[in-house]
Nanobody, 124 residues
Framework: QVQLVESGGGLVQAGGFLRLSCAASGASFDNYIMAWFRQSPGKERDFIAAVSWLGGSSIYAYSVKGRFIIDRDNAKNTVYLQMDNLKPEDTANYYC?????????????????WGQGNQVTVSS
């Protein structure tokens, strides 16, 4: 059974930074696409970033491009999200996800496993 556990969220002032981590267990981590999504109360879950098996390819949502970086350490079964120049509109619950379908995608419904979420709050 795949388990994803996020950490690293918290409260930060606008312009600050945070680094989220997502530790995976229960499957061959380096075989799968990994991604980050976020969700605010009353809103849909939105794609943020995804990274390929070996970390050579990544894609980003327009709203975070140039500020966030996704990377992975397959030796540690961990994917990261470095978030710089945070804005109040980045406030949300952040989720990591694992895709066993073999292709990098932004679609929520194509990810098979999810973490429990980690709150990020950016104050103005």
């Amino acid at each position: 059974q795949v388990q994803l556990v996020e950490s690293g969220g918290g409260l930060v002032q606008a312009g600050g930074f945070l680094r989220l981590s997502c530790a995976a267990s229960g499957a061959s981590f380096d075989n799968y696409i990994m991604a980050w999504f976020r969700q605010s109360p009353g809103k849909e879950r939105d794609f943020i970033a995804a990274v390929s098996w070996l970390g050579g390819s990544s894609i980003y949502a327009y709203s975070v491009k140039g500020r966030f970086i996704i990377d992975r350490d397959n030796a540690k079964n961990t994917v990261y999200l470095q978030m710089d120049n945070l804005k109040p509109e980045d406030t949300a619950n952040y989720y990591c996800a694992e895709d066993h379908n073999g292709h990098i995608t932004t679609r929520v419904d194509e990810y098979d496993y999810w973490g429990q979420g980690n709150q990020v709050t950016v104050s103005s």
